[in-house]
C-alpha cells in the first residue's frame, strides 16, 4: 500500500493533467449539443485506456522497487546489476551509482590495507618491547629487595597492558591463530595463578584454590588471557581477604568460577561492565581503569563458545563464571 500511494504521488502531475484534458474533452463535446452517451463512451474508453498503461507502468515500477531493494541489501552495488535504464534520468543515476560504487572499493581496499599495516606494526611493536621487558625483570631478579619487589609488580602491569593491546590487534584482525585442543584446566588455571603469586604475597590475601580435575575444549593462549584479566581485576579490587578459584558445584556443565572478598560491582554497573571503556563507580576507586579488560574478555569468550557472567554484591566481592561446556568450536 505505502509504495502504491508513492506511486501515486510520484505522478500526481500526470494525473492532474490527464483530468484536466478529459474535462476539456467533455465541456467542448457538450457545447456543441452532441449526444451524452458518445461522450460517455469515449470517456470510458479513455479512462480504460491510462488504466491499463497505468496498471502496466506500475507493475514495471514495482519490480524495479523489488530489484532496488534486493541490491540494498548487498554489500557492493554497481550499474551492472541495477534495472535496466529507459529513460536518461535512469541512465544518469546508474552512472552516479557505478562511480560512487567503484569509490567506496578503492575505500575499502584502502582502509583494509591500512589496519593490516597498522596490525603488523603493533604486532611488531608489542614483541620487540617484551625484550626489554624480559631484561629488566632477570635485572630486577637478581636482588631480593622490597623496591626490587616493588618494581617487579609495576613491571607485570607493563606486561599484562602490553598483552591487552597485542590482544586487541589480534582480535580486530582477520586471522586469530585459534589453535583448538584439549587441554587440562587445571594445568591452564595454575600457571596463570603462578604469574600472580607476588602480588598475592604483596596484598597478604589468600588463595583459595579448589582442584578443578577437568579436560576442556579450547584455546590455550585466548583462555589464559580471559583468567589471566579477571585474576587481575580480583587482586586489583581486593583490599583484604582471599580469591577464591573452583568449580560451580551441583551441575553438569563445566563452569570456572573466579571469586573475590574485594568491593564489589554496583547493581546499577553490573550490566554494562563487559561495555567496551565502561568503568562505572570502581572506575573512581581505580582512576586508571580503562574499561577494555572485561570487553576483551567478553569477545574472547564470545571467540571461544564460552559464556561470560558475573554475579556481584557491593561490598562483599564478586563472582566471574565461565562456562566452558563444549560448544561449537572446531577441534583442530
Request: proline share 2%; hydrophobic share 40%; aromatic share 8%.
Amino acid at each position: 500500500m505505502k509504495f502504491f500511494l508513492d506511486f501515486i504521488r510520484s505522478r500526481i502531475i500526470t494525473l492532474v493533467c490527464i483530468i484536466i484534458a478529459a474535462v476539456i474533452f467533455a465541456v467542448v463535446l457538450s457545447l456543441y449539443n452532441l449526444p451524452s452517451e458518445p461522450v460517455l463512451y469515449a470517456l470510458l474508453l479513455s479512462l480504460a485506456a491510462v488504466t491499463a498503461i497505468g496498471a502496466v507502468n506500475f507493475i514495471k515500477a514495482y519490480r524495479k522497487h523489488n530489484i532496488l531493494t534486493r541490491l540494498a541489501n548487498e554489500i557492493t552495488v554497481t550499474a551492472d546489476n541495477l534495472p535496466k535504464a529507459v529513460s536518461a534520468d535512469d541512465k544518469d543515476y546508474g552512472r552516479l551509482i557505478n562511480t560512487l560504487s567503484d569509490y567506496c572499493i578503492f575505500l575499502k581496499e584502502k582502509s583494509a590495507n591500512s589496519l593490516q599495516a597498522t596490525n603488523e606494526y603493533y604486532t611488531m611493536w608489542v614483541h620487540q618491547i617484551k625484550t626489554p621487558i624480559s631484561a629488566m625483570r632477570l635485572m630486577l631478579q637478581s636482588e631480593d629487595s622490597e623496591s626490587n619487589r616493588r618494581l617487579s609488580d609495576e613491571l607485570m602491569k607493563i606486561e599484562q597492558y602490553v598483552d591487552m593491546a597485542l590482544c586487541y590487534v589480534r582480535l580486530e584482525s582477520s586471522g586469530n591463530d585459534l589453535v583448538i585442543k584439549h587441554y587440562s584446566l587445571d594445568d591452564i588455571v595454575k600457571k596463570s595463578v603462578r604469574k600472580f603469586s607476588p602480588q598475592f604475597i604483596g596484598k597478604k590475601l589468600s588463595l583459595d584454590y579448589k582442584e578443578l580435575d577437568t579436560d576442556v575444549l579450547t584455546d590455550e593462549k585466548w583462555l589464559s588471557f580471559i583468567i589471566e584479566q579477571l585474576l587481575s581485576n580480583a587482586i586489583k579490587y581486593t583490599a583484604k581477604g582471599s580469591v577464591t578459584i573452583y568449580m560451580k558445584p551441583d551441575t553438569d556443565r563445566k563452569i570456572l568460577c573466579i571469586a573475590d572478598t574485594g568491593i564489589g560491582i554496583d547493581p546499577a554497573d553490573l550490566p554494562r561492565i563487559f561495555d567496551n571503556g565502561y568503568t562505572g563507580l570502581n572506575g573512581r576507586y581505580d582512576m586508571k581503569a580503562s574499561g577494555i579488560g572485561l570487553y576483551l574478555c567478553r569477545c574472547i569468550a564470545d571467540m571461544l563458545g564460552i559464556t561470560l557472567t558475573a554475579v556481584s554484591e557491593l561490598g562483599k566481592g564478586s563472582v566471574f563464571m565461565l562456562d566452558l561446556t563444549e560448544s561449537d568450536v572446531r577441534h583442530e
